[in-house]
């Protein structure tokens, strides 16, 4: 699937393949980006299904209505990549933040998970102000809430300088507030602490599906309305791309909690895409893309472990050094789990290096030297921290461990993860580095 989903967006982006189809009232938008993003989507969906059955099936939990939930998330997230305008987009966003609201504090009988709802709240509505506010200026300006008139008219330059001074300031409310739905430094605030209160598996949803959802809507701002207001936007993201390489890189150290180093993991890997939008050229967006792709699959590999384990007296891993010994107890899972880690940190042959790898590429063709240096250097220490996870995997004897439940199924979803880690390594080398470096340079 992940090799289909790499020639797709190969394919289109060599061949520039238009297949678009206007809907209700062209207020939504469906392209080939989007249906690619959406097919991403449902294969992610798949999976955690089986995953959350899993997990209720451990903690002998019974949430009927939780599928149901999970569903109408995604339909907001399909919404809002198909959005072609700012009230469509906003209305699907407040969406999607409500069921995350309910996701966050669905533990009622636990005052952490309560505390995760209520912080995911006050963050999100502030950040909804702030895109609301931005939205409602923009529309008094410019008479229109649609991306392609909005980029006609930035496009034909037919704003004075006055104006263009209040357009800036209307985008920088709107920007703002995306990059705190996003939760990238500076703009994190609480996501740790929502992260560690939330259900493990609420927490594997908030790190894939609102980043994937809330990249695809800047994805399609840029390409419509920041590309022509890159000499002011580029600055503010190569700004957030440092603070989340610096911030996960220092905090990420210091962290005890698994699920706390997954977060701050999760913001120091945010570094990477916003780099791409500081770049903004044809193969940074697509090697953004292809960044993504193993990083949901690692993921989703690294939660399924940390649902599929408990202690001896049948606890919750929570702790770094709760993986201790994992590699006795079960070799394979142990190795499994030690290439996910070892592709978080960008070591090659894996496929989380060629996702950076070309990310690094961009900047370096376009001459990013500096931004280059510092993402470079902050990608090798970075993997200090992910190399002592693997040492308390195989190198550490603090405890024991046991499995919980049968060793068959976990054994072959791992099995499948890291298989399709390795099949999407070559097709990432094979078609995109290739096929992309060189249509870059027909495109200069």
Known sequence: MCAIISFLIIYDSLWDVSITIFIFNFNLKLDY????????????????????????????IYIKEYIMIIWIAIIAVFFIMMSNEFFILYLALELQNLILYMLASLRRARST??????????????????????????????????????????????????????????????LVGLLFKLGVAPFHWWIPEIYEGASVVVTLFFSIIPKLSLVAVLFKLYIYIFIYLNFIFSYI??????????????????????????????????????????NGTHLSLISLLYFFLPYIFVLLGIFFIIVSYRKVNNERIVLLWDLSLLG??????GFVL????????????????FGKLFILLSLILNEYFILFFIVMTFNVLASFYYFR????????????YTFLKTYLNT????????????????????????????????FI
């Open 113 to 174: 998970a309560i505390e995760a709802g209520m912080k995911y709240y006050i963050m999100g509505s502030f950040s909804s102000g702030l895109l609301l506010y931005g939205i409602v200026m923009l529309y008094s300006l410019v008479g229109t809430m649609d991306f392609i008139e909005i980029s006609y008219l930035l496009k034909d330059m037919r704003f004075i300088n006055f104006e263009l001074g209040y357009m800036l300031y209307f985008l920088m409310f709107i």
């Open 33 to 60: 980006m989007t249906m690619i993003l959406k097919l991403l989507v449902l294969i992610f969906l798949l999976n955690y299904i089986y995953l959350i059955f899993k997990f209720f099936d451990f903690e002998k």
């Open 389 to 400: 996870v693997v040492r308390f995997i195989f190198f550490s004897n603090l405890l024991e």
């Open 338 to 353: 030690s290439f996910f880690f070892f592709s978080l940190a960008g070591v090659p042959p894996l496929s989380g290096f």
């Open 411 to 442: 054994t072959l979803l791992s099995i499948y993860f890291f298989i399709t880690i390795f099949f999407f390594l070559f097709y990432d080398f094979f078609f995109l580095y290739f096929f992309n470096i060189y249509s870059f340079f027909i």
């Open 237 to 278: 993201f190569l700004f957030v791309s440092i603070a989340s390489l610096v911030i996960g890189f220092i905090f990420s150290l210091y962290q005890k909690k698994i699920i706390k180093f997954l977060a701050y993991s999760s913001i120091f890997n945010s570094g990477f895409f916003m780099a791409c939008f500081a």
């Open 328 to 333: 006795n107890s079960n070799v394979i899972l």
